[in-house]
């Protein structure tokens, strides 16, 4: 049996779109069922919709995160999610919500984690100097960036780039590696123990 996915996005949802492309395979162990954005007009919502794929906008409209989540979750529920993936989603989930996913919830960042957790991460790694960079699958924690990694694959860095370039270089593998950590979550090949990630 697929494991059923959801998928929260916040704009342009090309790793959204390259999950639906893995997803469409026979033998991907895992299937999207319900796309939510937390912006009205998500590009992602229109890639998600094309697809036949259910989709929700929960939007923030003056309520606690904590209410906000709920209505998250209510959806996932409904939905029968079993697996739900972060992909571009811009908005901090509560501890509350993220506890009650455990092992269940996975994002991609766009750097070699622990490294670069956060925001402007391209800028920072530049200005850092970094030979290299990359992208990294991991499970979510309350913690901003600082679950487990899942899976990571490097890309170098050249004296010549800009923010853009590197993110372009960067989100080529991450449309590679989010299939790819998604994957072997839903397949049971790795999962969320005492804090840390175990394989096979
Ligand atoms: C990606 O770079 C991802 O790593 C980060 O947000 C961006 C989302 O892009 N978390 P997209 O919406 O999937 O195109």
Known sequence: MKKRVAV?????????SALIGAAAAPDYPAQIVLVISNIAG????ARAAEAGIPTATIAHKGETREAVDAEVDAALRAANAQIVCLAGFMRILS???VRG???????????LLPAYRGTRVHERVIEAGEALSGASVHFVVPELDAG???AQE??????????EIL????????????????????????????GLAVFG
């Open 148 to 150: 487990p990694v899942i």
């Open 167 to 194: 993110a372009a270089r960067v989100l080529t593998i991450e449309h590679k590696l989010y299939p790819a950590g998604l994957r072997m979550v839903a397949a049971g090949e790795v999962r969320l123990e005492k």
């Open 101 to 111: 996913w455990e092992g269940k919830l996975i994002n991609i960042h766009p750097s």
């Open 42 to 45: 998500a590009a992602g919502l």
């Open 154 to 163: 490097k890309v170098p860095v050249h004296p010549s780039d800009t923010p």
């Open 95 to 97: 501890d509350g919500f």
């Open 8 to 16: 929260l996005i916040s704009g342009r949802g090309s790793n959204l």
